[in-house]
């Protein structure tokens, strides 16, 4: 279940060759100093998952976080969501878990965020876990549910994940 040694950083076990965690915004309300970026490092992080836009960030961090990740060495998959919402498409989303699942299985560690790392990073681990266990996205979502408390925060991202689900499943 959830890893007691910190909130700011939890993995997520799918098995694979690579690592996937989740995280709050370094430097947002859940990690005001920033802690979350030392873990990343331990954690041997390469690509960085940025849920929120950079305004956003440049709000919540005071910091222009995706130009931060890349001076920092970080590959940065952006994909910015409105708090409470989802993707712009189902084709971006598709994109950027491709990018993930390529990473991961090239023995990559990959953290994931929005803000908490509760709403926005629950839909997308949700739609990565049903693409890795192959399920749909009831299981997905009690899935990561476990690891992430209030994963999936509003009906319309369980409706989403649904809708990734059979938009997935054509190819």
């Known amino acids: ?20 965690f989740r995280s709050p915004m370094p430097f947002g309300t859940h990690d005001p100093d920033g802690q979350v970026l030392e873990e990343y490092r331990q954690k041997d992080i390469s690509a960085i998952v940025l849920l929120a836009s950079d305004s956003e960030c440049m709000l919540k961090a005071g910091r222009d976080l995706r130009n931060l990740y890349s001076l920092d060495g970080y590959h940065v998959i952006y994909l910015p969501i409105e708090d409470f919402g989802t993707p712009p498409s189902l084709d971006e989303l598709n994109q950027a878990i491709n990018e993930v699942l390529d990473r991961i299985g090239k023995k990559e560690n990959v953290a994931i965020h929005c803000s908490a790392g509760i709403g926005r990073t629950g839909l997308f681990v949700t739609c990565l876990a049903m693409r890795v266990l192959n399920c749909d996205s009831d299981k997905a979502i009690a899935w990561i549910r476990q690891y992430i408390t209030g994963a999936v925060e509003t009906l319309e991202q369980e409706e989403y994940a649904q809708s990734y689900r059979q938009y997935s499943a054509m190819f």
Not at 3 to 13: A, C, G
């Open 1 to 20: 279940m959830k890893d007691d040694k910190s909130d700011l950083l939890t993995e997520l076990p799918f098995g694979l060759p690579g690592q996937v």
